[in-house]
C-alpha cells in the first residue's frame, strides 16, 4: 500500500492551503478510517483530521473551523483543506489508512509527509 502526499509547500499567515493523499493498491471506501497527522519540529506527531468511514468527521480543538478533511472515493484520494493558516500549523503532514488486511489484522499506513510552513 503506498500513500503519496502533495500540496505543502509556503504559505502566509491567513492564508490557505489544500494537501491532497492519492492511495494506491486499496479502496479507501473500504478502510475504518482516513486521517491527518501532523508533527511539528520537535514534537510527537498528532492527529489533525480523520474522515470516518460513516461519513463523520473528527478534528482536533486548534484545527476545527479552519480545516476540512474530504475523501473522494472515486479517485482514492483523501484531502486536507487548510483555511486560515497560523504559524502554529508549521509542520510536516501526513495521511494514515486505519484498515483491516487480507489477513484479517487491524493495519495503519502512512505516508511520506509533506511540509507545510506558514509565516507570519
Known amino acids: 500500500v503506498q500513500l503519496q502526499a502533495s500540496g505543502g509547500g509556503l504559505a502566509q499567515a491567513g492564508g490557505s492551503l489544500t494537501l491532497s493523499c492519492v492511495v494506491a493498491?486499496?479502496?479507501?471506501?473500504?478502510?475504518?478510517?482516513m486521517s491527518w497527522y501532523r508533527q511539528r519540529l520537535g514534537k510527537q506527531r498528532e492527529m489533525v483530521a480523520i474522515?470516518?468511514?460513516?461519513?463523520?468527521?473528527t478534528y482536533e480543538d486548534s484545527v476545527q473551523g479552519r480545516f476540512t478533511i474530504t475523501r473522494d472515493n472515486a479517485k482514492n484520494t483523501l484531502y486536507l483543506r487548510m483555511n486560515s493558516l497560523k504559524p502554529t500549523d508549521t509542520a510536516t503532514y501526513y495521511c494514515?489508512?486505519?484498515?483491516?488486511?487480507?489477513?484479517?489484522?487491524?493495519?495503519?499506513?502512512w505516508g511520506q509527509g509533506t511540509q507545510v510552513t506558514v509565516s507570519s
Open positions: 494514515k489508512t486505519d484498515r483491516v488486511n487480507p489477513f484479517g489484522f487491524r493495519t495503519f499506513d
Open positions: 474522515s470516518w468511514s460513516n461519513g463523520t468527521a
Open positions: 493498491s486499496i479502496d479507501i471506501s473500504a478502510t475504518n478510517s
